[in-house]
Every structure is written in structure tokens, then in C-alpha cells.
């Protein structure tokens, strides 16, 4: 199945920006169905954005401050985040399907099986 590789995690102030990167390795993931997904301190896994050819799709809390988005060229999946919040405190891990999908399942822990090892993002007020 590959391996997924995030970094970019840092601690920022609120209303900072930061952008993730995850790349993968094996299979051409990049080309396919990805996601990022965010796991807070006690709390479940969920689901933040996805990107299949030509479609974006968000969880409604990061609507319109994070954007999904790939380099194929570079293999490399990128989390643009703006107007950062206490909030979005949390682990964030890069997420694929194996076998490859073009069209994107739903953004819940269960429908992906392809996890990278995550990367600390930390909002200070």
C-alpha cells in the first residue's frame, strides 16, 4: 500500500496560516482520491477536506479558511490554512484508498485505509 508522509505542523498564533504537505510513496496516490483528516486532543478522527480530479470537498468547520490541493508534478498533496483557530488544534494525518479511487468516498475515517503518521498543529489565542 505505500507509504504517506506529512509535514509542515507547527504552533502558530490565531489568525496565522499554515500549509501542510503530504507525500506519498508506492503507489501513485497523487493522481487518486486523497484526504486530510484531524484528530483533537480526546476527541474522534474527522474528516477535513478531499480532492478527486476537479472536485474539493470540505467539512463545513473549515469551509472557506483551508484549501486541498495537489502538485502532481512535485507528487505532493498540500492544506492551505488561513484565519487559523484555537479550534483547529489537532494531529493531522494525509489519508488515500487502496485500491486506487478516482472518485472520493466520504470523508469518514472508515471509508480510507491509507494513513500517514501525522503532523502536530497547534493555534494559540
Known amino acids: 500500500q505505500g507509504q504517506l508522509v506529512e509535514s509542515g505542523g507547527a504552533s502558530v498564533q490565531t489568525g496565522g496560516s499554515l500549509r501542510l504537505s503530504c507525500k506519498p510513496y508506492?503507489?501513485?496516490?497523487?493522481?487518486?482520491?486523497m484526504a486530510w483528516f484531524r484528530q483533537a486532543p480526546g476527541k474522534a478522527r474527522e474528516g477535513v477536506a478531499s480532492?478527486?480530479?476537479?472536485?474539493?470537498r470540505y467539512s463545513g468547520s473549515v469551509k472557506d479558511r483551508f484549501t486541498i490541493s495537489r502538485e502532481n508534478v512535485k507528487n505532493t498533496l498540500f492544506l492551505q490554512m488561513d484565519t487559523l483557530e484555537p479550534e483547529d488544534t489537532a494531529e493531522y494525518f494525509c489519508?488515500?484508498?487502496?485500491?486506487?479511487?478516482?472518485?472520493?468516498?466520504?470523508?469518514?475515517?472508515?471509508?480510507?485505509?491509507?494513513w500517514g503518521q501525522g503532523t502536530q498543529v497547534t493555534v494559540s489565542s
Open positions: 508506492g503507489p501513485p496516490y497523487i493522481g487518486y482520491c
Open positions: 480532492i478527486e480530479n476537479g472536485i474539493k
Open positions: 489519508a488515500a484508498v487502496f485500491p486506487l479511487r478516482r472518485s472520493c468516498p466520504d470523508l469518514t475515517v472508515s471509508n480510507y485505509n491509507v
